[in-house]
């Protein structure tokens, strides 16, 4: 499973890559975040910046950042008599954030900006972040113990686990699109931050 999701405005640049991996007994996280070179020095330049050079999210719409994930299974199912089921479902979710920054040192006033605006950014994307680990652990809650009978060489199964995760991925995806909703509202937290990038209020 493979998804993309982004917000904003608007080829990423990426300059750099921080990794934090968290080790599960029943599987793997890592994040990235991956940051996107942009210039000028004033917050207008700035968010002009973003708006040329933001990621790409569709046909010629770029956003000031997204989070992507890669999301894979090692899945060990089992025959029970003559059913199957899956006994185990390991997951490796590889989460990336793609970031704004600055190329070049900001004086001091709009530093101090960029810095409650890329923040608010950041801490919007992660809770996107925390959807998708939380979307995997229901995937595990529905699938792990899953049994189809009359199954012996566990094909069945294998179509039949289709809907839970596709149940899951979709429950994702409207919390997901209500939160942009509610951020990217007349008055809500994102145009604050971008306001306040602008104009300094």
């Known amino acids: 499973m493979n998804c993309r999701r ?29 940051p996107y070179a942009i210039s000028g020095t004033s917050g207008p330049e700035l968010y002009a910046s973003i708006g040329e050079r933001g990621p790409l999210v569709g046909e010629g719409v770029r956003t000031i950042a997204h989070t992507n994930f890669k999301l894979t299974w090692t899945r060990d199912y089992q ?8 006994a185990l479902a390991r997951p490796k979710l590889i989460i990336t954030y793609t970031l704004p920054k600055p190329s070049a040192k900001l004086p001091p006033a709009v530093q101090k900006r960029w810095e409650v605006f890329i923040d608010g950014i950041r801490r919007h994307e992660k809770v996107h972040g925390e959807d998708i680990k939380s979307m ?22 294998r179509e039949a686990i289709k809907e839970p995760l596709s149940q899951a991925s979709l429950a994702q995806r409207r919390q997901s699109r209500e939160f ?13 931050l971008i306001l306040g990038l602008l104009n300094g209020e």
């Open 79 to 86: 025959r029970r008599g003559n059913a199957c089921t899956l």
């Open 136 to 157: 995997v652990k229901r995937i595990e809650a529905t699938t792990i113990g899953f049994t189809v009978d009359n199954d012996p060489k566990c094909t069945k199964i």
């Open 180 to 192: 942009d909703r509610v951020e990217m509202g007349e008055g809500g937290n994102i145009r604050r």
């Open 6 to 34: 982004g917000w904003g405005l608007l080829l990423a640049v990426p300059v750099a890559a921080c990794v934090a991996a968290q080790a599960r007994a029943d599987g793997q996280v890592v994040e990235r975040t991956e």
